[in-house]
C-alpha cells in the first residue's frame, strides 16, 4: 500500500472545522467513515452533536501561538489545513493577516514534520503571482509555499469564489446585490472570476484525500462557467427574483472606500472585506484541469449553486429581510 494512501485505521486532523469549509467538510468524512480530530481555538463554537460524538477527538490550540500542536498530529496520517486570519472588525485592526498566516503555516510545518504528518491537504487561492497580485491572494500562495517546504508532501488545491450560504466572498457581493437596487462599483466589476460551488469543493477535498495519487500535486478547481463579478451577481439577483440590477461601473472608488460600503451595507466586517475586495482586481480562472483525471465530478453550473445556496440561506437565517 502507497505511504500516501489513508487505511480505516489512519486519523485524519481537520484544521478551521469552526469556518465555512471546515465546517461542511467534517460531516463528509464521518460519514465516509474517517477518523477525525479537530483543532479548534474555541471548541464551544462546535455544535453540541460533534463534541458528543465519541468517534470524533477535539483538541483546543492555536497555529498562531502554537498551542496544541504536539497533541494535534500525535499519530495523525493526514491533515486538512483550512485556516487563514483575515478579518476583524476594522480595516486597521488586522492588517498583520499576510504575516499571521505565514507564522500559522510556519508553525503547523514544524510540528508536522516533528509528528511525521504523512499528507497536508490545504485550499488556498487561484491567482497568478506577479507585482499586481493582491496581498490576500499573494498570502494564500505563499502559505501554500510554506506548507509545500516540509516533509509532509502536500496537495494544493486552488480556488476562486466559493458558492454557498456563509462563505464570506459570496455574502458579501449576495447582500449587496440583495439590498441595494442600483449600486457604483470600481472596474473590478468587470474581473472575470470561475467561482465554484462548494458541493464540488467538498468533492475534490474528500477526493483528495482518498485518492493518494494527489499527493504533492497543485491543482486549479472552478465550477463549469466563467463570468464577471457583475455577471455573477445579475445572475444571483435572477435567482432570487430581483433581476435586473443596475451596476454602474465608476472610475474611482477606492477598497478603503468600498470597504467601509460593505460594512454599512451588509454583515460582513470590513477589516475581511477589505482584503477581499482588493482581491477583485485579479482575475481568477482555472488555468489547468488536471483534476479531473484523479476525481472527475459533475461540475455544478453557477444558476444551479445559487439556487442551492438561497436555499440553504432560507433555512439558516430565513429570509435576509427578516
Ligand atoms: N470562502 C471562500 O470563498 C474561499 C475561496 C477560495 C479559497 N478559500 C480558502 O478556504 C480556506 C478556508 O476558508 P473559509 O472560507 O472556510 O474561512 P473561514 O470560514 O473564515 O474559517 C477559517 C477557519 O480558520 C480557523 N482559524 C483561524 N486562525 C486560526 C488559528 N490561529 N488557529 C487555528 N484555527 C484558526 C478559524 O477558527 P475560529 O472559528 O476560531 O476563528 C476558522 O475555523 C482558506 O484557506 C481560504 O483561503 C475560501
Not at 165 to 171: F, K, L, Q, R, T
Not at 229 to 240: D, G, N, P, V
Request: aromatic letters at 6%; glycine letters at 8%; hydrophobic letters at 45%.
Amino acid at each position: 500500500m502507497n505511504n500516501f494512501a489513508i487505511t480505516p485505521d489512519d486519523r485524519v486532523l481537520v484544521i478551521g472545522s469552526t469556518g465555512f469549509i471546515g465546517g461542511r467538510l467534517v460531516p463528509e468524512l464521518f460519514k465516509k467513515g474517517i477518523k477525525l480530530r479537530l483543532l479548534v481555538r474555541n471548541p464551544s463554537k462546535l455544535s453540541p452533536s460533534l463534541l458528543k460524538n465519541e468517534l470524533i477527538e477535539v483538541v483546543k490550540g492555536d497555529l498562531l501561538k502554537n498551542e496544541g500542536l504536539p497533541e494535534a498530529f500525535h499519530t495523525i496520517h493526514s491533515a486538512y489545513y483550512l485556516v487563514h486570519s483575515m478579518g476583524g472588525k476594522s480595516i486597521f485592526s488586522n492588517r498583520e493577516f499576510v504575516k499571521a498566516d505565514k507564522l500559522a503555516a510556519r508553525n503547523f510545518v514544524t510540528a508536522a514534520d516533528a509528528a511525521g504528518l504523512k499528507r497536508v491537504i490545504y485550499l488556498g487561492g487561484l491567482g497568478e503571482m506577479g507585482k499586481n497580485l493582491s496581498e490576500h491572494l499573494r498570502s494564500r500562495a505563499e502559505v501554500a509555499e510554506i506548507l509545500a517546504s516540509g516533509k509532509t508532501r502536500a496537495t494544493i488545491l486552488r480556488a476562486a469564489v466559493i458558492i454557498g450560504a456563509g462563505g464570506a466572498s459570496y455574502e458579501m457581493l449576495r447582500y449587496l446585490v440583495e439590498r441595494l437596487p442600483a449600486m457604483v462599483c470600481p472596474k473590478w466589476i468587470d474581473t472575470k472570476i470561475q467561482p465554484i460551488a462548494v458541493r464540488d469543493v467538498l468533492a475534490y477535498l474528500v477526493g483528495c484525500l482518498v485518492n493518494p495519487e494527489t499527493a504533492g500535486k497543485i491543482f486549479d478547481i472552478g465550477g463549469p462557467d466563467i463570468m464577471t463579478y457583475r455577471e455573477m451577481m445579475q445572475q444571483h439577483a435572477r435567482a432570487k427574483g430581483l433581476y435586473p440590477r443596475l451596476i454602474v461601473r465608476v472610475p474611482v472608488l477606492t477598497p478603503h472606500l468600498a470597504a467601509y460600503w460593505v460594512d454599512f451595507v451588509t454583515p460582513v466586517p470590513s477589516g475581511i472585506a477589505h482584503p477581499l475586495i482588493e482581491g477583485m482586481k485579479n482575475e481568477v480562472v482555472c488555468h489547468e484541469n488536471s483534476i479531473d483525471r484523479y476525481i472527475p465530478i459533475r461540475k455544478t453550473p453557477f444558476p444551479e449553486a445559487a439556487n442551492i445556496a438561497i436555499e440553504e440561506e432560507k433555512e439558516i437565517h430565513g429570509t435576509i429581510e427578516s
